[in-house]
């Protein structure tokens, strides 16, 4: 009797830990650059006596959709996406991590920050000097025009990185970085797209359909539960009689 009753629990909690995968995928279909997360299960056996054919999921969120996003035309020089596949590089607590957002802004000091985070070049994190105008290059190359001066003058690179979605996962902040923890492998040939922005890779429907399909499966899970329910009260009133 317990063995449905575990088969029954655990397949109710598969679909609730989905279910919040995918509403936190809803909710990120407009955030830029965003991967969608695909939720994970692997069985995994009760530990203790007399539970031998007991398996409950282990479930995990840890894996990212690979696909790109549409890219969308902004106009703005600090504007960058990349096209095909490849991440922009930005600094988090001494480490490298990665984005498809590319939406860069510039502080009162000069450093180049993504999100709040600074933006990895050849050398390091970026910083430029006063400029009147910036423009990035195909291949990530930053030029600007410092004031006074009619020339454009390269400053830095962005770095740029190929990841495989395989090897990917997300940190606390939500960038990806590498499962094994090493840097992701360079990625100079990558073509930058400035003045672009990568929309998010969420699809709307998909989710939507799975999300229909999670909340039949959770269902399905409480009608066995009820049913477990209804045989052990068959068989306790059999004992009685």
């Known amino acids: 009797m317990d063995a449905l009753i575990y088969t029954a629990m655990s397949g109710a909690n598969r679909a609730l830990h989905a279910q919040q995968v995918h509403a936190n995928n809803i ?88 999100n709040g985070h600074p933006v990895l070049g050849a050398g390091g994190a970026i910083t430029l000097p006063p400029f009147a105008k910036v423009e990035i290059s195909a291949n990530g190359t930053i030029a600007i025009l410092p004031a006074g001066e009619t020339e454009l003058q390269d400053v830095d690179r962005l770095k740029t990185v190929t990841l495989p979605a395989g090897e990917a996962t997300k940190n606390e902040a939500g960038l990806l970085v590498r499962r094994d923890g090493r840097n992701a492998d360079a990625g100079d040939d990558l073509e930058v797209a400035s003045g672009h922005l990568e929309a998010s890779n969420v699809s709307a429907v998909e989710e939507m359909v799975a999300t229909m399909s999670l909340n039949r499966s959770f269902e399905m899970q409480m009608k066995l539960l009820r049913s477990a329910d209804d045989l052990a009260d068959a068989g306790n009133r059999l004992m009685r009689a």
């Open 27 to 114: 909710a990120n279909v407009e955030t830029r650059g965003f991967r969608a997360d695909i939720e994970m299960a692997d069985s995994q056996a009760v530990k203790g006596y007399g539970y031998d054919s007991r398996h409950m999921p282990s479930l995990q969120a840890n894996a990212v959709d690979g696909r790109a996003g549409t890219l969308t035309a902004t106009g703005r020089e600090l504007d960058v996406a990349i096209k095909g596949d490849g991440y922009f590089a930005v600094e988090i607590a001494g480490k490298e991590a990665y984005t498809r957002a590319g939406s860069l802004v510039v502080d009162r000091d000069g450093a180049l920050l993504l």
